[in-house]
C-alpha cells in the first residue's frame, strides 16, 4: 500500500518557519520525482516546490524563493519542505506528492501519488 503521510503543519505566526516533512512507503522511493503542492481556500491546486529523483535538481516557485527549500533523505524515504518567512498568504493545506520517473515534475498531473495534506496556517 503507498502512503504518503506529511506531518509539520500548525499555526505560525507571521515571519516564523516551519519544516514539513513527508514519509512515504509502498513504492520505490529512490525511483521518484518528489514535489509538494499547495492548496488555499479558494484557489486551485499550485506547485510549491519539486525534486528529482537524486536530490540534485530542484525548483521553486518564484513567490517561495529564497524562503522554502526542498529536500529528500533517501534511508528515511522522507522529503522535506523547509518554509522560512512565512507570510499570511501561505495559509494552505500542503500535499506531499510522488512522481514516476526521475526529473523534475512541475505538472498537477505528472504525480501519481498525493497524500491527505497538512493544514499551515500563517497569522499575521
Known amino acids: 500500500q503507498v502512503l504518503l503521510v506529511e506531518s509539520g503543519g500548525g499555526l505560525v505566526t507571521t515571519g516564523g518557519s516551519l519544516r514539513l516533512s513527508c514519509a512515504a512507503s509502498?513504492?520505490?522511493?529512490?525511483?521518484?520525482?518528489m514535489g509538494w503542492f499547495r492548496q488555499a481556500p479558494g484557489k486551485e491546486r499550485e506547485l510549491v516546490a519539486a525534486?528529482?529523483?537524486?536530490?540534485?535538481?530542484?525548483y521553486v516557485v518564484e513567490s517561495v524563493k529564497g524562503r522554502f527549500t526542498i529536500s529528500r533523505d533517501h534511508p528515511k524515504n522522507t522529503v522535506y519542505l523547509q518554509m522560512n518567512t512565512l507570510k499570511p498568504e501561505g495559509r494552505a493545506v500542503y500535499y506531499c506528492?510522488?512522481?514516476?520517473?526521475?526529473?523534475?515534475?512541475?505538472?498537477?498531473?505528472?504525480?501519481?501519488?498525493w497524500g491527505q495534506g497538512t493544514q499551515v496556517t500563517v497569522s499575521s
Open positions: 506528492t510522488a512522481a514516476e520517473g526521475t526529473g523534475l515534475r512541475l505538472r498537477p498531473r505528472d504525480y501519481t501519488f
Open positions: 509502498g513504492f520505490s522511493f529512490g525511483y521518484f520525482a
Open positions: 525534486i528529482d529523483w537524486s536530490g540534485g535538481n530542484e
